[in-house]
């Protein structure tokens, strides 16, 4: 792969973002009504922007693969590249009006992440990254923070949603509070994932992901020279659940350590 191959299918994914950015902007006003409508509406909404989005794509990249979070699965056909869509992560955030979710379409070749957007479209920032081209904030480039010390450390953790007490999630997210500066539940997986390559926090972890929520944001914190790995720190893996990502300094062992 040319770095100019991969450069045009970076646009091309930035201009798609928008695109889906632009649906939930039309239908973000709506959800004013009852519980029962709200999840019917954002369904509605969530497949509106995904079908928009790989329209999009598919238009230009006929061959490349897609696989997206509201039932798209298609295989490759003579590409080696598959992209992954996440067209609302956040989607508790987006209905209640809580300004903190995004489009996220992260770019797979083979089985390598080689390159991810995520649009925030509250804010109008567009994070992206290909494979040894860099990581950007709004064509900026970006890096991690070089926090090493826990106690010094802004994090940020996932719950499955309706966990317990008992649930093992909640368990981890209380062995690293005590020791954190702050743990905080923001709803939104991707964006965590970006602010971490961004430098906005120090950390994020979860163990309920799906590829659709990770992929972007994963290849992103690694361009940007942060880390990724799975919680016990084995190799990370986008088709598995679980994530680590840091700033890449020590301060990623150490919390390798407290989530076990």
């Known amino acids: 792969m040319e770095d100019s191959d991969l450069s045009l299918m970076l646009e091309v994914a930035m ?13 973000s006003e709506r959800f004013t009504v009852s519980e029962k409508a709200r999840a019917d509406l954002v369904t509605e909404a969530d497949l509106e922007a995904q079908n928009a989005i790989h329209r999009h794509l598919s238009s230009i990249f006929p061959d490349h693969g897609f696989l997206g979070e509201e039932g798209l699965s298609e295989p490759q056909g003579d590409s080696r590249y598959q992209w992954i869509i ?56 970006i890096q991690p923070t070089d926090t090493a010390d826990v106690g010094q450390a802004m ?3 996932s719950l499955p949603r309706g966990s317990g007490a008992e649930d093992p999630a909640v368990a981890r997210f209380l062995q690293v509070l005590p020791h954190a500066q702050t743990v905080q539940r923001s709803g ?59 700033n890449g300094t020590s301060l990623h062992d150490e919390l390798v350590r407290l989530l076990e």
């Not at 944001?217 to 084995?234: C, D, Q």
Request: aromatic share 10%.
């Open 15 to 27: 201009a798609a973002a928008r695109i889906g950015g632009d649906v939930l902007d039309s239908w």
């Open 86 to 141: 996440d067209p609302l992560d956040g989607t508790s955030n987006y209905v209640h009006g809580f300004p903190y979710y995004c489009v996220s379409i992260g770019l797979k070749k083979d089985t390598e992440l080689v390159g991810g957007v995520v649009f925030d479209p509250n804010r109008d920032e567009m994070f992206f990254a290909g494979k040894s081209q860099g990581a950007f904030l709004n064509r900026k480039p």
């Open 155 to 157: 994090t940020m953790a």
């Open 188 to 246: 939104s997986a991707t964006l965590n994932l970006v602010y971490v390559a961004c430098g906005r926090i120090d950390a994020f972890w979860s163990s309920s992901l799906k590829p659709w929520d990770m992929a972007a944001g994963a290849a992103i914190i690694t361009e940007a020279g942060g880390r990724v790995s799975k919680l016990g720190n084995g190799p990370f893996d986008v088709s598995q659940p679980e994530i680590l990502a840091s």
